[in-house]
């Protein structure tokens, strides 16, 4: 059973790697398949599949980003071998149900791609409340820049960072962070200086040494 209970209206860093660390993206396709994942699978009302859902589209003009959403997505990146969200809670058992969709589809997708069978994430989603404003805005840095960390570089990874400070649309509600700032490059000096701040105290951290993956 899940220790964390989700509540409407908090805010969540989820994270997860692949199984016996394995990459989890292989080509930029597989980025692509899995952001779009994150977006047609946020819907209160099930979709079936990506491809069943293609067809609904076609047809009635409709998608999951003009229905009711599960949770809102303030950041994410996506490594090789291990992802990062910030998830707020919108519906009663949301972040639960977005998790389960996304792990089962995308795992489906992945495995019918690559020939394989089994699972493709190492158990269970993992799960940290922020409990409170200051934890969320230093905790943004740490997913928007999260690709810096590890050093993986922009085309081995992909993250919500883009959307913030190049303002490119995207899955993200960052106004939950941006609004917090004078403008986007008040927020782009405090998450450089917040992510430096960060790793030189990580000993402080307990967090970090469950979240800085091999």
Known sequence: MRKEVFAVGKFYHIYNRGTDKRKIFLDKYDFERFLQSMQEFNTLEP?????????????????????????NCVAYCLNPNHYHFILQQTKER?????????????????????????????????????????????????????????????SASKSSWIEYVEKQKGICEKKIILDQFGNVAEYKAFAESSLKDILARKQLYKELEILLFD
Do not use: P
């Open 94 to 154: 949301g972040v639960e149900k977005f998790m389960q969709r996304l792990g089962t589809g995308f795992t489906n997708y992945f495995n019918n791609k690559y020939h394989r069978s089994g699972v493709l994430f190492q158990g269970k989603f993992k799960s940290r409340h922020i409990d409170s404003n200051e934890y969320l805005l230093h905790i943004s840095a740490y997913v928007n820049l999260n690709d810096r960390i590890h050093r993986f570089g922009s």
């Open 47 to 71: 979709i079936g599949s990506i491809y069943e859902n293609s067809f609904v589209k076609d047809q009635l003009g409709s998608s999951a980003s003009k229905q009711r959403k599960l949770v």
